[in-house]
Structures are given as structure tokens and as C-alpha cells.
């Protein structure tokens, strides 16, 4: 019965938790103000750990600080019982600070002052509680006095000696020494356990020492210990020498017993472990033997953790740091040596203090809201959970109807002022406890605004744009937006309202422009702010820099063209490798480009153009790669020797970032061109050792030059001189030739050998030479000249001619046959029966017979004609005589050969000779013919002149060459429109009419004209011309203007209108200026003259000022003309004059005072009115 209650119960609890509806904790901003006015119960800030240990030469402070509003109070309790600080003057609390401070300095035991410490912090709205702080002064105590009795062990066997260090707190950490203060060497056969005992697998004979001594350091007190050192003495079967000792044979060729691995640590064959979870395990096993085991870990049932396991002291001890439940089990090692191996287990168990699952947090709700904490923890064994308030267990506080208890959660339901308060949540097993603070606050205040007022954003376009709105407000505010205070809130589309007050745009356009207010409401009050919203186009770069490569020296320039919203102050700057440039006369910045002057190697480097408003930035990139010619080539050395060959090595320089394509080899030699480096060989530019191809018998000197694709570095240091033996030549003479330069000798000639193709010392050449066909003995000659003369030969008979080069070291090979010839005389006959046929304009056929090739005495070049122009059929023509010659190459029995290029119409005679190479024969006979009549030459000149705006006058000559009898002229021409022409005109001249008149229909069109003069064989060849381009003013070459009818109408028209002005003139100065008669006429004459300021005459009265007649009016009405006037009495007057003498006076008649006033006068019809009236 009972079970089933408590099923029924724990289903109403879970119904319950269903239909409970949870508020949203309210989250309390960092603003000093809401802070200011906001009350909240106390939260700890601030703790001492809870194991606290204390040095005793020092004072000691226990922290304990909280927050709160009010500013909480501080109380301790020690040992579980109130602490009373005042009543102990050695104890002090820190100002606004739970802090206690212990002093000594006036006496005292901090041991008295051990303890368990729990500080309290409280307010009106609560009360917070610190950990239980176990206080304990550190202890260094001194190590017990003792007689240790000398170790006295056998050679061979194992041995522990104890430390047994003195319990200090915290525990100490030991180390073996020696009385020089050296560790004690450990390795895998000595070694200290996790004890501090000091561990030998076996003992061996140079172990015998009398100062084994273990030493405690405590950290604390910073200070060392020591033990009592131990004596170990060995007992060898044979004497012991240390110079036996070596790492092969330990024992110096002594017999020592071996034996089988056993356990030192731990002892037997399982063993048990438990540690905490977190924490690091460490498993130990040392083994005796001899050899020495080695010792090997395994974990039973699964692997070994990898990324958490260490093994340390030569696998003796195994380290698993960061301990979780998986790691429990049994854990194996074995030692084992070449007579065995054993076994240990390790059985290890994985416990927890408690730890978090959920912690339970601060909750802050408004009235009648609901929440909840919650406090879950898990350790091994499990933890129980123990809940206060106020630091009293709930189950002793007063009752709380809002307040609900379910287990590790408690449960709040329309919570009121009152309800606040601080919770704190206890989880404890037999491994440790967990305390936390967490309170409960219940607070009311209306929405507040906590960012800044009216603010400006500007932001991108099409940029995701974020406008903050934070607001505080218990129960919390509802938020809304509004743009420009219109239409309802905004939330959907591509608007976003976050709950924290945040209105997301998610890409802003330019309409998103606009004043954007927020309103925070609840049932306490409203309140709003205003954020103006303004949309600007992006600032990019449209051009960007591009990585280049320039040499040095030159020009370098990076485009940089950017665009950005003209609002917004733009800055565009550079940078190189991430620094400012410093502009100057090398560098310089204009909108779009940096310009890089004569660039050197520190202008290399990666150039960075940044465009940057207010509001956003882009940049780009460009790498400049500064190229140089190469540094020449280092260290040249000369191996590998050899008769015509020698190894150059080099190592080259710096190519300046452009490659090396290749190396020029240079040599210098001393014996015929001293001082001048002539080329060798070229390399590519990957190699640095090449053999060199030399020529014998000269004392050589290398360098060598580095080119890559900017040019040729400077030439390296010179090599040593290498000398290569001398050799026979091994070169023919080039050149070889035998010709006659008279009719009875033969020249033979050659080039020489170079310099470098002489190979040895006495260069001389020897020379053979033979009639061909004759199967006779050879001629020779020695010689060390070029040339060699054979007289008193045959006139033009042929020879074979071989050479051969030698000097003191032998003979070089022999050329092959060449023939030559000896000289030429003059021929003996002359070309027979010349004549010519089908003669037309320009050209004829020639024929004649030819001459016996015997007879030519020599080499056959050809039938040279010469032919002259004698006549031409033109009267009166004057032409040149100039003698001409044409040449003809047949062997054909029956020559003939076309003669052209003849001036048509003109009369001709001709000869012909045959011709070798340096004489002519004979002439042939003489022969005259006539061409016939062809087309003419162009006309000798064509010109265009413009000679008024509706004409356009030609000119040309006569043609040089007419070609015939010349019958006139054909001109055509048609109007040009760029590349279409239009219909063509035609006229035709005498021969004697050399210039035309054209008459143009529109000025404004552009003519070509085509020009040719005209035989009875048709026309000749066309001349063309081009109208020039005449613009609106007038355009008169080389014409006299003062016989154009236009120029003098113009004239006439000019004259007339100033006769008809002095005519004007003329009658203003014979009629009198009126003046007011109505106010002066009974007034004397006054003889004084009147001057003006200045001293000159004033002939002007006061009436001068008025205005003539017909005039405009002042701006104070009209002025009317004077009734009386001289004119009346037929009297005249002076007349008015500028300062120039000019007649500037006005006549008027007197009006009818019965007519109405007005501006017309009588005298407009008068002829004379009239004509001052166009005046």
C-alpha cells in the first residue's frame, strides 16, 4: 500500500512539472546605473581554497569577498561556532571586504589559530556562505636522530635502502645525494620509488660508497633535510679493480650468480589502487634480478589510455594524468630477464568527489512571475544534496507558500518582494563536498533605455546591418520598432527583432533609410530611443595594383583606382610590407597610381593600397620584384689539365631575382694581342664547371660573365694563366685563288692563318702549282707572305693550285685543288651584222653575229652594247646625250636580246664589243634607228589656288618628256565625300593652256582632280590634287585685293555712310542748343567765364544736365522740354561738345503750347531730321 503512494505521488509531481510554465530568468546588465538602483541579495566574489595551508613565518589572510546592494556585511564562524573578531587583537577584517588578517608580529602561534573557517556574507535580501576552509600551517619537522649501521650486501643481489623522510606538510619531495652534494646516478638498475626508498635490481662492486644520503625538501620553508648517510659495503668474490670495469662487462670478468626477476615494489603478486577522478595515477613496479629485468605495462581486458599514459624512471612507473571512470581495472607488469619473467596486478578503482551537472545560477524575476533552481551533482559514491536559505537548512527556515521543494530542484510559483533570498545547495560524499550560492531576487522596475540617445549608424549597402536597442526592465519589456513613426512594428521579412533588443536589417538597401525608434513597454511604464539609419555605397577598389617586375633603375607604377560613396571622407593610402611609405621625389601619389622613380633593391617588397572611410575599407595587393643585372661570377679555378682542354669551375653571384640564362667565357692571351679579352664559349646559365676547347701554343687568362634577361654583369676576376703546348698546324689557308693581273703572269694569293690557328712558333706556307692537264712535275715555293707572283706565262691558260701551312713542329694538311688562270689581253675580234627589228616607243630586238670564244683572249663576260639618244622628233625639245651601255651573257650561235627603256619619238644610235674581264675588243658596226611616238609624262608640275570664295583657279605645266607632238590636256574632276566620290566632269585644253577657272556651285564642297596631258597615242600618265579645306574667312593667294569687286563696293559703302555723317554733323552745328529763356532772359550777362575745378572753361548751364529730347525719363518722373528756345527768334547758339569737339547738341521746334506735350517733333519730316534721326 505504502509503495503504491508513492507512485502516486511522484506522478502528481511530474504532472505537475508539465503544466508549470517557467518565466524567462531576467538577466541584470553591467550598467552602473541600473546596478546603483537595483537591490540584490549577496554573492560571494572571492574565497580562500579550501585546503589552506599557511606558511608560519608569515601572516595569515582568509579571504572572503561578496557583492551585493546594500553593500553586504561579514561574519565567520570557526570550528562551527561564531567567531568573534573583536575580541582578538591579533585578528582584523579588511574594509567593505570579509578578509581576515592574522598578525604576529607582537607574539603569537599561528598554530593556534587551526582550524575550519566558514564566512558569512548578508544583506536585507539575504544571506551567502563561503566553503568551509580548513586552515593548517605548514610543519618542516627535523628528521629523527639515528645510527645507521653499515649495508652490507653480496655482490649480485638487490637491496632497498629506506629514506623514511619526516611527515611534513604538505609532504616533502625527496632526493638521494652524496656528500659532495652530487645526485646519486639512477638508471635502469638504480632507482628511487614514489616512497623515496632507493631502489639497486643488483648490486655491483662499484656501488661501495659511504655517503648515501636521502634529503626532504619543504617547499614551504624552502628548506632541505638530510638524513644520516649510508655506508654500503659489497662483498666480491674477486678483488675489484676499477680499471676492469667496463659497459660490456660490468663485472670486469668476475663470476657473479645470475638470478630470475622478483618484486622490490610492491610486494606479492596483486595489488589494489584507488584514486580520484581527475586526479593522476601513478603505478609503480621495481624489479630485482641479473640481469637487470626490464619491465613492460599492460592494462587486462583493453589498451593502455595513449594520449593520457607517461611511463618515467625507465618504465617503472606509469603515469595516467586526467583519471576518469574508464581507467579502472586491472593494470599488469611484468619483469623479465633472459631467465625468466614475472608477473604483478594492479587492481584499480576510480572514486569521485562530487562534481557539477548543473550548478544551480542566480535568478532575478519580477513579481508573480515563476522559476525554478536546480541543483544535480554526480560522484562515486553518489553525493547527497542538501539545500539552505540563508545559509539555514530550508527544512528549519520559515515557510515560503511561493516555495516548492521536488529533490535536487526547487520550485517558485508567483513569487513576491519578498521572496528574495539566497539558496545554497551542499553535495557531499566520503571524498569531498560542493557548495554553491545561489540567490533568488525579486525585483520591479520600469523599461529603461541603457544605450546611447538619437544615435547616427552608417552602414554599407547590401550589408547585413545590426541596430542595438538594449533595455532593461523587471517584468521584462516588450519591444517593439517603428521606421519613421509609421505603420506597426517591425518583425518578418527581411527584418529580424532579437530578444535582446536588436533589430537586424538583413541587407541594407538605400530605402532602409530613415529614423528607426524602439519602444520598451510593460505593465510599469514605456520608454524609447531612436536610432537615425543612413545607407552608403561600398568603398572598393575597381583597378587593383598587379605584381610586376621592373629592373633597376627604371620605373615602377601600381594603379590604385577606387569608388566610394561621395558622403563619406575617403583616405587611400599605402603601405609596403605592412609599414607606411614616405613619399618624397622617388615616390609619388597621385589619385590613381604610386609611382616608383629609378627603383632599387630596397623598393622590393609587397605594396598594399588601402581605400578607408568611417565605415568600412578595401584593399589590394601587388608584389614588386626588383630585377638587376647578375654580380659577376667568384673564385674561377683551373683543373683537369690536359694538351688542348682545361676545366674553369665558378661559383656565380647574386642573380638579382632574374635568372641566369647563361655565362660567357672570355680569354686574354699575351703573345699577339696583349690587353684584349675576346669571347670563348658561351655555357648555360645551370652550369659552373665546363671544359674549355683551347688552341695550342698560347698562354691563356679566363674570365667569365654572368647574363640574364635585364644584361651582362661585369666580368669576373681573372683566372690564373694556363699555357698550352705548341702542335702542328691544323688549319688550311683559306682563300686559295690564282688569277692574271698581266697577260703574261699568274698571282696566287691566300688569307693567312689567325693568331690562334698558327700553333707553334715559324708560321710559313708552301705553295704548288701546275699547267692543268699536264701531268708535269709541280712548281713549289716556301714562303711566309700571302701571295705568290708565276710570270711568264701563257695569256689565260688554266693551272692547279694546292697549299699547305707549317712550322717548327711540322706540317699541316693540304688543301684540295684549285684552278686558276694567268692574265688576259685584249680581244682580237669584234660581234658582226648588228641590226635591230620590231622597234616600237621604248624597246626593240637587237641581233648580231658572235665572235670566236678563242679570240676573246680571256674570261667571257659579255656583249656590251653602248647606245645613244642622237635626235628627238620634237621640235625644240632640249634632252640629254648621255651615252649608255647594256650587257648580254649568250654563248648561243645565234644571239639576240630586247634593248628597253627607250624615250619614245626620238632617234637613236648604237654599237656593240665583246668584253673579258679587264678589255673590250672592237666595236661592231654602227647602227641608227628611231622610236615611235607614245603617251606623254605627267605634267610637270599641278597647282591649286583659291581665288575667291565661289572659284578655284588651276595651274600646271608642260610634261618634260612629251613623247610625241602634243595635242592638249584632259581634266577631270568630281566632287569628294570622305570615301565616295561624285559624278565626274570632264574638260579638255589646247596644248598652249596651261591654267583654268573653276566656278564652284556649294564652297563648302571639296574637289579631286585628275590631270593628264594628251599625244595622238592616247594620255599619259595622271597627276591628282585635292581641293583644299577653306574655312569662313576669306582666302586670297598671291591676288591683288584692291582689284576685287567685292573689296571695292565695300569701299564705296564705307564712304557713303561717312558722307552722310559729316552731312549730320554738318546741320547739328548750324543749329543752336536750347536753353531755359524763362529763367535767365531778364538776368545780365555775366562777364566772368566759369572754369571748372580743375581750371578749365565751363561752357555748359544748368539745363545741360537735363536729358535730350526722346530720351528715357529719371527715375522721378519726366522731364519735360523748355517752352522758349533761340530757335523761336531765329538766333543761334553755341553748341554743346565733348571733350573730343564733337557736336552733341539737340534741336527741337517750338510746339503749339495749345497741342499736348509728347516726344514727336514737326521737323520729322524733314529730310535733314530724317537723316539725324539714322545718325
Avoid at 638587376?628 to 665558378?650: K, N, Q, Y
Avoid at 694581342?673 to 683551347?694: C, F, H, K, N
Avoid at 701563257?794 to 688562270?821: C, F, H, M, W
Amino acid at each position: 500500500m505504502s509503495r503504491q503512494g508513492g507512485h502516486l505521488a511522484l506522478a502528481w509531481m511530474s504532472l505537475q512539472l508539465l503544466l508549470w510554465h517557467e518565466s524567462v530568468t531576467i538577466e541584470v546588465p553591467q550598467d552602473p546605473k541600473i546596478l546603483a538602483d537595483l537591490r540584490q541579495p549577496p554573492t560571494i566574489t572571492k574565497q580562500s581554497v579550501k585546503d589552506y595551508i599557511v606558511d608560519p613565518r608569515d601572516n595569515i589572510i582568509i579571504e572572503c569577498e561578496a557583492k551585493g546592494n546594500p553593500v553586504p556585511t561579514f561574519s565567520w564562524r570557526r570550528n562551527g561556532k561564531f567567531f568573534n573578531i573583536g575580541k582578538d587583537l591579533r585578528v582584523t577584517m579588511q574594509k567593505r571586504s570579509g578578509t581576515l588578517e592574522i598578525e604576529f608580529r607582537n607574539g603569537g602561534r599561528p598554530e593556534d589559530y587551526e582550524g575550519e573557517y566558514q564566512c558569512f556574507a548578508g544583506n536585507d535580501y539575504g544571506m551567502a556562505m563561503s566553503n568551509k576552509i580548513l586552515l593548517r600551517v605548514s610543519k618542516a619537522p627535523l628528521w629523527p636522530k639515528e645510527v645507521l649501521e653499515p649495508v652490507v650486501v653480496t655482490e649480485g643481489s638487490s637491496l632497498v635502502l629506506s629514506c623514511n623522510p619526516p611527515p611534513g606538510l604538505p609532504p616533502p619531495v625527496t632526493f638521494w645525494i652524496s656528500s659532495l652534494m652530487m645526485p646519486i646516478r639512477q638508471d635502469k638498475r638504480v632507482s628511487m620509488g614514489l616512497n623515496g626508498d632507493l631502489y639497486f635490481s643488483n648490486v655491483m662492486a662499484q656501488d661501495a660508497q659511504n655517503d648515501y644520503s636521502c634529503s626532504a625538501r619543504f617547499l614551504f620553508t624552502h628548506t632541505i633535510q638530510q638524513k644520516n648517510p649510508f655506508t654500503l659495503k659489497v662483498l666480491t668474490n674477486d678483488p675489484y679493480n676499477d680499471t676492469s670495469y667496463n659497459d660490456s662487462d660490468p663485472y670486469g670478468g668476475r663470476k657473479v650468480a645470475e638470478s630470475m626477476p622478483t618484486f622490490l615494489s610492491p610486494l606479492g603478486s596483486e595489488s589494489s589502487k584507488m584514486v580520484l577522478r581527475d586526479e593522476q595515477l601513478l603505478l609503480e613496479c621495481i624489479a630485482a634480478g641479473l640481469p637487470t629485468p626490464a619491465i613492460k605495462w599492460f592494462k587486462k581486458g583493453g589498451d593502455l589510455p595513449g594520449h593520457k599514459v607517461k611511463f618515467e624512471m625507465y618504465n617503472k612507473t606509469m603515469k595516467i594524468i586526467n583519471v576518469s571512470e574508464e581507467d579502472a581495472g586491472e593494470y599488469v607488469c611484468m619483469a623479465n630477464n633472459h631467465l625468466g619473467s614475472i608477473r604483478h596486478s594492479i587492481f584499480v578503482q576510480v572514486r569521485a568527489a562530487p562534481y557539477w551537472l548543473d550548478k544551480p545560477t542566480n535568478l532575478v524575476l519580477a513579481p508573480e512571475e515563476n522559476g525554478r533552481l536546480v541543483c544535480r551533482a554526480n560522484g562515486n559514491p553518489k553525493p547527497t544534496i542538501q539545500w539552505l536559505v540563508n545559509s539555514i537548512p530550508i527544512d528549519s527556515s520559515l515557510p515560503d507558500p511561493s516555495r516548492q521543494l521536488m529533490g535536487d530542484t526547487i520550485i517558485f510559483r508567483s513569487v513576491q518582494m519578498g521572496s528574495s533570498a539566497v539558496y545554497q545547495c551542499n553535495a557531499s560524499n566520503q571524498h569531498g563536498y560542493l557548495l554553491a550560492n545561489a540567490f533568488v531576487s525579486v525585483i520591479d522596475m520600469r523599461p529603461r533605455m541603457l544605450g546611447l540617445k538619437n544615435q547616427l549608424i552608417k552602414v554599407i549597402e547590401n550589408n547585413r546591418t545590426f541596430l542595438d536597442c538594449p533595455f532593461f526592465g523587471s517584468p521584462i519589456p516588450e519591444l517593439r520598432w517603428f521606421k519613421n513613426g509609421q505603420g506597426s512594428g517591425l518583425d518578418g521579412g527581411q527584418y529580424r527583432v532579437y530578444v535582446n533588443g536588436t533589430l537586424e536589417i538583413k541587407r541594407a538597401k538605400a530605402m532602409d533609410e530613415g529614423t528607426y525608434t524602439c519602444v520598451a513597454s510593460s505593465i510599469l511604464g514605456m520608454a524609447e530611443n531612436q536610432v537615425r539609419l543612413e545607407v552608403k555605397e561600398p568603398s572598393r577598389i575597381v583597378l587593383a595594383p598587379e605584381h610586376q617586375s621592373a629592373v633597376r633603375g627604371s620605373t615602377a607604377r601600381f594603379n590604385c583606382k577606387v569608388k566610394f560613396d561621395p558622403s563619406l571622407p575617403v583616405t587611400v593610402t599605402w603601405t609596403k610590407d605592412d609599414k607606411p611609405i614616405h613619399l618624397g621625389r622617388r615616390l609619388r601619389k597621385d589619385d590613381e597610381t604610386l609611382t616608383i622613380a629609378n627603383i632599387n633593391e630596397a623598393d622590393e617588397g609587397t605594396y598594399v593600397c588601402t581605400v578607408k572611410t568611417e565605415i568600412d575599407q578595401d584593399s589590394a595587393s601587388a608584389r614588386l620584384t626588383v630585377l638587376d643585372r647578375p654580380d659577376p661570377p667568384m673564385d674561377l679555378e683551373l683543373s683537369d689539365p690536359a694538351a688542348r682542354s682545361v676545366r674553369l669551375t665558378w661559383i656565380p653571384g647574386n642573380d638579382h631575382r632574374s635568372p641566369v640564362t647563361e655565362f660567357l667565357v672570355q680569354f686574354e692571351e699575351d703573345r699577339w694581342e696583349p690587353g684584349r679579352w675576346q669571347d670563348l664559349a658561351t655555357y648555360p646559365g645551370d652550369l659552373t664547371s665546363v671544359i674549355l676547347q683551347l688552341a695550342p701554343f698560347v698562354n691563356y687568362q679566363f674570365r667569365v660573365i654572368a647574363i640574364n634577361a635585364v644584361g651582362q654583369s661585369v666580368a669576373s676576376v681573372p683566372s690564373p694563366k694556363y699555357q698550352t703546348s705548341s702542335a702542328a698546324p691544323d688549319v688550311i689557308p683559306r682563300g686559295l685563288r690564282g688569277w692574271g693581273s698581266e697577260k703574261d703572269n699568274m698571282e696566287i694569293t691566300w688569307e693567312p692563318l689567325l693568331d690562334l690557328e698558327k700553333n707553334g712558333p715559324n708560321l710559313h706556307y708552301s705553295v704548288w702549282w701546275r699547267r692543268k692537264d699536264s701531268d708535269g712535275e709541280w712548281n713549289n715555293v716556301t714562303t711566309t707572305g700571302t701571295k705568290h707572283v708565276v710570270h711568264n706565262t701563257e695569256t689565260y691558260v688554266p693551272y692547279e693550285i694546292k697549299i699547305q701551312a707549317r712550322n717548327d713542329l711540322g706540317a699541316g694538311p693540304e688543301s684540295n685543288l684549285v684552278i686558276g688562270y694567268s692574265g688576259e689581253d685584249k680581244p682580237t675580234s669584234a660581234p658582226t651584222d648588228l641590226h635591230i627589228s620590231k622597234v616600237d616607243s621604248t624597246k626593240g630586238n637587237i641581233h648580231w653575229k658572235p665572235v670566236n670564244q678563242d679570240s676573246v683572249r680571256g674570261e667571257f663576260k659579255e656583249y656590251r652594247l653602248y647606245y645613244w639618244r642622237k635626235a628627238s622628233h620634237v621640235p625644240g625639245l632640249v634632252f640629254s646625250k648621255e651615252n649608255k651601255t647594256k650587257g648580254f651573257y649568250t654563248t648561243m650561235a645565234q644571239p639576240s636580246a630586247i634593248l628597253s627603256d627607250l624615250v619614245p619619238f626620238s632617234h637613236y644610235q648604237m654599237f656593240m664589243v665583246v668584253a673579258n674581264n679587264h678589255y673590250e675588243g672592237p666595236p661592231s658596226n654602227s647602227v641608227e634607228f628611231s622610236t615611235k611616238e607614245g603617251v606623254p609624262d605627267a605634267p610637270s608640275f599641278f597647282r591649286i589656288k583659291r581665288r575667291g570664295f565661289d572659284s578655284i583657279h588651276l595651274e600646271w605645266g608642260k610634261p618634260t618628256e612629251p613623247n610625241g607632238l602634243l595635242i592638249g590636256y584632259r581634266l577631270k574632276y568630281q566632287a569628294a565625300n570622305g570615301s565616295r566620290e561624285g559624278r565626274p566632269h570632264l574638260e579638255t585644253f589646247l596644248p598652249n593652256v596651261t591654267e583654268f577657272t573653276l566656278r564652284l556651285p556649294d564652297r563648302s564642297t571639296r574637289y579631286n582632280f585628275y590631270l593628264s596631258a594628251l599625244t595622238t597615242v592616247g594620255a599619259g600618265e595622271v597627276i591628282i590634287e585635292e581641293s583644299p579645306f577653306f574655312t569662313n574667312e576669306a582666302y586670297i593667294d598671291q591676288v591683288d585685293i584692291a582689284t576685287q569687286g567685292w573689296f571695292i563696293g565695300l569701299m564705296c559703302a564705307i564712304a557713303l555712310i561717312i558722307l552722310i555723317l559729316l552731312i549730320v554733323c554738318f546741320i547739328k552745328r548750324s543749329r543752336g542748343g536750347k536753353y531755359p529763356v524763362r529763367d535767365k532772359k531778364d538776368l545780365p550777362l555775366d562777364s566772368v567765364d566759369h572754369k571748372d575745378p580743375d581750371g578749365s572753361f565751363d561752357y555748359h548751364s544748368d539745363e545741360d544736365n537735363k536729358p535730350l529730347q526722346g530720351s528715357q525719363t529719371s527715375l522721378e518722373g519726366n522731364v519735360k522740354e523748355s517752352d522758349d528756345s533761340l530757335v523761336d527768334y531765329g538766333e543761334g547758339g553755341d553748341g554743346q561738345f565733348n571733350e573730343d569737339g564733337s557736336f552733341i547738341g539737340q534741336y527741337t521746334v517750338k510746339k503749339d503750347k495749345d497741342e499736348t506735350e509728347g516726344n514727336e517733333s514737326s521737323e520729322a519730316t524733314s529730310p535733314v531730321n530724317a537723316l539725324y534721326s539714322l545718325a
